[in-house]
């Protein structure tokens, strides 16, 4: 079994900033790619940020310059930060990854989501 659990979220003022946190547990042998996709109302989920492996990064054009994903390996889990908040960002903010389990069996995993707010 493998768990993600993001932490962070919560109701912000337009320009602040927040930090999300997903940490993934259970029976791991290795994770590819972390990521952070984020879903509004009335609207498909869509890419934020992925970080490879090895560091490869993308991001959404519209969080480009303001938001910035990082992993810490050495505790299977990625951050989002999040500074310049807009409106426009509010979602439920869902963290993935591609994870290799101890029976070598290899899937994509998804959080729980953490509501982001951004009031204007």
């Known amino acids: 079994q493998v768990q993600l659990v993001e932490s962070g979220g919560g109701l912000v003022q337009a320009g602040g900033s927040l930090r999300l946190s997903c940490a993934a547990s259970?029976?791991?042998?290795?994770?590819?790619?972390m990521g952070w996709y984020r879903q509004a109302p009335g609207k498909q989920r869509e890419l934020v940020a992925r970080?490879?492996?090895?560091?490869?990064?993308n991001y959404a054009d519209s969080v480009k310059g303001r938001f910035t994903i990082s992993r810490d390996n050495a505790k299977n889990t990625v951050y989002l930060q999040m500074n310049s908040l807009k409106p426009e960002d509010t979602a439920v903010y869902y963290c993935?990854?591609?994870?290799?389990?101890?029976?070598?069996?290899?899937?994509?995993?998804w959080g729980q989501g953490t509501q982001v707010t951004v009031s204007s």
């Open positions: 970080i490879a492996s090895g560091g490869r990064i």
């Open positions: 993935n990854a591609d994870i290799t389990t101890r029976t070598r069996y290899t899937q994509t995993y």
């Open positions: 259970g029976s791991i042998f290795s994770i590819n790619a």
